[in-house]
């Protein structure tokens, strides 16, 4: 198994949370400061990153 097949299978829990923190930022009202309207994605990006250095 390559390096990307065991990344897509170990973040594969992750996959509800990115579609939900998407949705979230697109849907926010836009009187919502812009940090918090994309602290969702922010937090999944940071999660990616650290299972991108740890394999």
Known sequence: MNQQQRFVQSTQWLR???R???RFSLNAPQ???GPLR???LRLT???LK???RIL
């Open 16 to 18: 509800p949370v990115t």
């Open 20 to 22: 939900w923190a998407t």
């Open 31 to 33: 009187w919502l400061p």
């Open 38 to 40: 994309h602290a969702p």
């Open 45 to 47: 990006s940071l999660v």
């Open 50 to 52: 650290a299972y991108h």
